[in-house]
C-alpha cells in the first residue's frame, strides 16, 4: 500500500503570539494521512478512519503520495530562527 498526506488550503493560521484579528499567514493545513492503493482508495480509507471530518467545514483536500514507506521515521526538522542574520543593536 501506498501513503498520502492530504492538505487543504481552507482555514486560517495565525503566527505564535500574533495579536491581528486578521489570519497572518496563507497557508495550507494538514487534514489527515491514510494509505491505500490508489489516491481514492486512500481518501475512502481518511474518511473511514476519521469520519469527525464529514463535520467540518473543510471541502476541498489535497492529496499528495508520501513516496517514502516510512515517513514518520525518515523525517527532518528545520528552523527559521537557524537562518536569520542576528539583529544588530
Known amino acids: 500500500m501506498k501513503s498520502y498526506i492530504f492538505i487543504t488550503t481552507e482555514g486560517y493560521t495565525f503566527?505564535?503570539?500574533?495579536?491581528?484579528?486578521?489570519?497572518d499567514i496563507e497557508n495550507c493545513q494538514v487534514i489527515g494521512f491514510a494509505q491505500g492503493e490508489d489516491q481514492q482508495q486512500a481518501f475512502q480509507n481518511l474518511i473511514?478512519?476519521?469520519?469527525?471530518?464529514?463535520?467540518?467545514?473543510?471541502?476541498e483536500l489535497i492529496c499528495f503520495e508520501?513516496?517514502?514507506?516510512?515517513?514518520?521515521?525518515?523525517?527532518?526538522?528545520?528552523?527559521?530562527?537557524d537562518c536569520?542574520?542576528?539583529?544588530?543593536?
Do not use: G
Open 15 to 23: 503566527q505564535p503570539e500574533s495579536e491581528s484579528i486578521e489570519s
Open 48 to 59: 473511514k478512519e476519521n469520519s469527525y471530518l464529514l463535520e467540518t467545514s473543510f471541502d
Open 66 to 81: 508520501l513516496k517514502h514507506r516510512d515517513f514518520w521515521k525518515n523525517k527532518s526538522y528545520f528552523y527559521l530562527n
Open 84 to 89: 536569520r542574520i542576528p539583529a544588530k543593536y
